[in-house]
């Protein structure tokens, strides 16, 4: 008896010093790196930031631009999505930028973004983002920050493996995640993947002056998936390389059936020789629809219009075309270094980093050293392309961006670090931890020929304790690196909007100098301008009332607005007449089941209504424009239909009815 | 006694009078305003014969304050201006075939009443525009008028007013302390001469 409770006491013992041992193993927690050397992010109140930051919004559909190194944000760029603080999607000019061939889809999910190049360093002209889920790619003017355009992407199905870019901004790339049935044969059994399914990259022509886009040509490949890419430069500027998983052809819990092999591919594309066959007639035109937006500042307005068809390469009437190079553990960054010799393929559960050689990928091309085929593409020998390997560099390796220096930094999220390494001697010179999870990361000109160094920012995944709580959804986030020294120190934490995938960073001198103050009232072209409040006025036509209306500082006319029908659809065409900086008016009617029109100087946006009761309905300017905006405001009457109300409107004339209540009817002059 | 100018004198008026033909192609004033709001500043342009600058964004501040709109057409000076510009160009022309001393002093007369109007003339334009308001103006402030400086700085409610003659102007300062200049030489040279 004593001898069994002194064996208890004994156990009990042990585990109590076990509890306080694992207690003193517990980690620190993040507060032992919440140093971060505040001075290098601070950028004191009214001076500029150094760098502009595109960043992508993920399932918000927009783009963010932030300014570095201080992490402030300074816009949201639709693009994708509706956003009725600006009226996009919502006012009758901007509608059409939302058109598919599914029709008007109000969201999407951006992921990555390009600026545009030339001769691989950035230009400042546009900057690209890609549309996951409908697939589609934006090019948003940078002397607006505006989306200037969509196109959308046939054949393709989840355009993640976009909108990434050749050397001179010649094309911009949409690789389909999802191999699809194409075709004709459109309704088959799932299951029969293997037999039906097929991929497509498609090369997105970008016009040298306008930047307007068009699907050049698209590359049927074997049905996988297609992730993230890259195009070379310098001496592989001719060529385009493209992670790919699910080499296995799974079409159910790719989980576990997509990780089946030891290697995926990249797959890497001749897009000259590409192009050279697209225009020597190889190619044939299949039947298809998708839609091409575009967006005018002269007629402030958009058009759709559905395209029939498109161009398709197939490799087996094109050769030396494409190739497929193994890459460990289904690749998903796939990154090439500045001087573009080295191709970095990041196998998300690969315990190494394979970089490759551009050089050696062409010796092997012309000794034909090749490991079989798959699905009848030649595929390039492991050992014969390969440069060499990071070894242990760390779990779940994503992406890589790169400095002036030679050094590489690669996200990895599982075990939520950045890694920096040698790409010459592919040894680890440092690692920094993220919190929580990286996902993307950037550095300033990092994928250009020429990076402008300093900060690498991590984009994060999870949050967890860094920011104040708000419920069950937490805030994302991006954290600043200063890279400048051989340690990668933080020194900053951001929020960032929606979930911030791929971003750029560009020096903000290469944006500045073009960016737009005003559009010129007398360019405006739009249909239903109104020149001047002397050129107002309301117009019926059929059962639509057209109303040209204009907003200065700080009245809009008319203000009063009497005769329109219940049954009639109004249309307010709002002209602002500012001409001056910063002075946006903003327009919004009581009850209206739209948004609201956000109207820059200049500019002409039309907000649709559709009166449901009769009434009074007080309409009034949303921006706080001036000293007198409060009393920017007016009235539009509507009358039950068949009323006999004349079609009046004024501004400051309608004055107080003298006497009876018929006196209301008394016409307005203008 | 030598009635004439020396040749140094006749080239630099002549010169002098040259100059002015810059005035066609440069502004002679500028009126600079600057606001929290503004802190790259509005300006306006004063030329011979029209204004530039931000006129437009003037005229939407001023009509808080019921100033009148300010438009090219209102002014009648615009349409005349040219020509005096180009009189005194001829007269220092003259001067400098001729070599005459009395149209010399002449023209020194004229530059200094010339100078005068104009500053008057600025000046009653400025009195109008900062007084003369519109009764119904949104903003009233009892006692304030709005006139802006006839030369240097004034502060009118959140504005800061600036007013200093812009290139043209600085020209024709130049060219008229030039023409004084020749008149001043001419005038030691003369007395020593008279001395010997």
Redesign the interface.
Known sequence: MKHSFLKTFFAFSLLLIGLVWLQGCKPKGTQSAAGGDAAKAYVAPGKYDEFYNFVSGGFSGQMSVYGLPSGRLFRVIPVFSVDPEKGWGYSEETKPMLNTSHGFVPWDDLHHIALSVTGSEHDGRWVFGNANNTPRIARIDLKTFRTAEIIEIPNSAGNHSSPFITENSEYVVAGTRFSVPLGDKLDVPINTYKENFKGTISFIGVDKTSGEMNVAFQILTPGINFDLARAGKGKSAGWFFFSCYNSEKANTLLEVNASQKDKDFIMAVNWKKAEEYAKAGKGVKKAVRYAHNKYDDNTHSATSTIMNEVLVLDPKDCPDMIYFMPCPKSPHGCDTDPTGEYIVGSGKLAAVIPVFSFTKIQEAIAKKNYDGEFDGIPVLKYEAVLHGEVSKPGLGPLHTEFDANGNAYTSFFVSSEIVKWSVKDLKVLDRVPTYYSIGHLSVPGGPTKKPWGKYVIAYNKITKDRYLPTGPELTQSAQLYDISGDKMKLILDFPTIGEPHYAEAIPADMIIKNSRKIFKLEENKHPYVAMGEGKTKVERKGNEVHVYMTA???HITPDNIEGVKLGETVYFHVTNL????DVPHGFAVKGISNAELLIMPGETQTLKWTPEKAGVYPMYCTDFC???HQ?MQGYIRISPAGSNVPLLFSTGTNLPAVTTPAATEKPATK | MNNKLSVTSRILVAFASGALVTVFFLPAWRIDLFAPQYPEGLMMNIWINGLTGDVDIINGLNHYIGMKHISVDMFPEFKFLPYVVGFYMLLGIVIAITGSRKFLLLYLILIVIGGALAMYDFYQWGYDYGHNLDPSAAIQVPGLSYQPPLFGHKRLLNFDAYSFPDVGGWIVIAASALAFGVWLAEWYHQRKLNKK
């Open positions: 200065i500082r700080s500012e001409q001056d900086w001036s000293a007198l009393e």
